[in-house]
């Protein structure tokens, strides 16, 4: 695989995906205005330079802020007002200039109104997440990082799924929890990397 800038062959880029698990509800630091008082669980990001996952705990946000910084695109679910939010506490530095495809901002221009990501892909992919976040919150206050890790790693896989579907057929699927009918999105997410 070459490097960006280096070598024969097509150019690298350094799309990261990316999810953050907290320590605490909103109800429990006053509500979602408050994330940056959540604390990070732990972070999983998803490089293309090198094809691997990253784990984060607390003590080494440093690093995962530093590596967002490094990518060419950020991708995410809700990542502009949630993540970002949560990782402000520990930035010296503001995150919004981060060049960002926050999937769940994109999709909810596009339909009108806001999907579950587990609801896109089961729809899209026909797999979905392995939990919801307030679960994760409770394997936290449990100590059970593992799980945690492994609960916030399919998020990752899962939103990089979507992803990549949506770059090859350029639409995405959820189902109208109302009507029970499968809905079509139409994106234009193959100019954000690969």
């Known amino acids: 695989?070459?490097?960006?800038?280096r070598g024969k062959g097509r150019i690298v880029r350094n799309v990261v995906f990316f999810d953050v698990e907290t320590?605490?509800?909103a109800d429990e630091v006053g509500g979602w205005e408050n994330a940056a008082k959540m604390g990070v669980s732990v972070a999983v990001?998803?490089?293309?330079?090198?094809?691997?996952?990253?784990?984060y705990e607390e003590s080494?946000?440093?690093?995962?802020?530093?590596?967002l910084f490094r990518a060419d695109?950020?991708?995410g679910f809700n990542i502009?007002?949630?993540d970002y939010a949560v990782l402000s506490r520990y930035s010296g530095r503001p995150l919004?200039?981060?060049?960002t495809l926050d999937l769940l901002e994109d999709i909810t221009r596009q339909a009108g109104h806001r999907a579950k990501?587990?609801?896109?892909?089961?729809t899209t992919l026909g797999e979905g997440k392995s939990g919801e976040g307030l679960g994760a919150v409770g394997l936290f206050a449990e100590g059970r990082m593992l799980e945690l890790v492994d609960y916030c790693r399919r998020d990752v896989e899962v939103t990089k799924g979507l992803y990549e579907y949506g770059v090859r057929h350029r639409r995405v699927q959820f189902t109208d929890m109302a009507s029970g009918e499968v809905r079509e999105i139409v994106v234009d997410w193959g100019h954000h990397g690969e």
């Open 73 to 75: 695109v950020v991708v």
């Open 96 to 99: 919004d200039p981060l060049p």
């Open 45 to 55: 990001t998803y490089s293309t330079l090198d094809g691997r996952y990253h784990v």
């Open 23 to 25: 320590q605490r509800t």
């Open 60 to 67: 080494d946000v440093p690093l995962l802020i530093e590596e």
């Open 80 to 82: 502009r007002t949630f």
């Open 1 to 5: 695989m070459a490097q960006p800038g």
């Open 117 to 122: 990501l587990d609801n896109l892909a089961r």
